[in-house]
């Protein structure tokens, strides 16, 4: 009893928790306050960002998480400086820190940041056929982080979104129909307008290849071997798109034997003009013989 009587003075700790008393409910009254606003405004900001076109998981993540922990630290914030707290200290040393972990984190907040554009910008949906990055795939999910793209053969890949918006993007659902381009070439002696013809007959009834667009082919070079023609045709989905190439091509090369037309290989002609009599006549008895002349 003696330490209590010496060194507390219980009449005047009594006097003090009272006089903090009120503080201490404004600083809980403003928590409240704060966390019931959150709770009101949720639906309609969720309703207005909807109604701007903001993507779907942009809404959640603005109002559940950057919207309410925004709201929450604020109040916070204010209920501390009701409590006698020195919040400017506080928040100098939180800045520090932040700083620090920015500079620790430079890649996740450079993903981050390309996450938002991508959520903004809208060059891809989920369920879009893409290629991005060299990879080319059904887009499975998108996070602030990476964007996951499921691949023909059922691989799962996750690119940093950082280089889906550094590199080119090619989306194939955008517009609905596709363009399929199959090349294949045949030989010079060929005539251009019936090969056409035989190709068109071949992917007339090829499976989701439309009619309208038609099927075309075109002449696209003179190469080294051959005349290199393109099929082309159109498909109604992005699914379809290598299914179908291949189905062409096939479909195309088997049309083109069957017609007879010659689908060359590769091959190098050589012309020598003025060669030594000898090196003739050597050439000549290694040909006729089949070993090299003594």
Request: charged share 20%; glycine share 8%.
């Amino acid at each position: 009893m003696d330490f209590f009587e010496n060194y507390l003075d219980l009449n005047q700790l009594v006097t003090n928790a009272v006089g903090y008393l009120p503080r201490l409910v404004t600083a809980l009254v403003i928590l409240l306050g704060f966390w019931l606003l959150y709770r009101l405004s949720r639906g309609s900001l969720k309703a207005a960002l909807s109604h701007t076109g903001f993507h779907s998981k942009l809404v959640g993540l603005l109002v559940n998480s950057i919207f309410k922990y925004a709201l929450v630290a604020f109040g916070l914030v204010r209920a501390l400086s009701q409590l006698g707290v020195n919040v400017g200290a506080a928040v100098a040393g939180l800045g520090v820190v932040g700083i620090a972990i920015g500079f620790a984190a430079q890649d996740t907040l450079s993903n981050t940041i390309a996450g938002f554009i991508i959520f903004w910008d809208k060059p891809f949906v989920v369920g879009d056929w893409v290629t991005a990055s060299g990879q080319y795939g059904k887009v499975q999910d998108i996070t602030l982080r990476s964007t996951r793209i499921r691949t023909p053969s059922n691989s799962f890949v996750v690119i940093p979104n950082k280089r889906i918006i550094d590199e080119v993007l090619e989306n194939y659902s955008k517009h609905g129909e596709v363009r399929v381009e199959v090349p294949i070439g045949i030989a010079f002696k060929e005539d251009i307008a019936s090969a056409r013809k035989v190709l068109l007959e071949a992917v007339g009834d090829v499976d989701h290849v439309l009619s309208d667009p038609e099927p075309q082919v075109v002449m696209t070079a003179c190469g080294d071997s051959s005349i290199n023609l393109e099929v082309r045709v159109w498909t109604p989905e992005a699914k379809f798109k290598r299914g179908t190439y291949f189905t062409v091509l096939e479909k195309s090369k088997h049309a083109l034997d069957k017609a007879g037309i010659e689908i060359p290989f590769p091959h190098l002609q050589l012309f020598w003009e003025d060669l030594d009599t000898r090196v003739v006549k050597k050439l000549s008895s290694i040909t006729a013989s089949g070993k090299p002349a003594a």
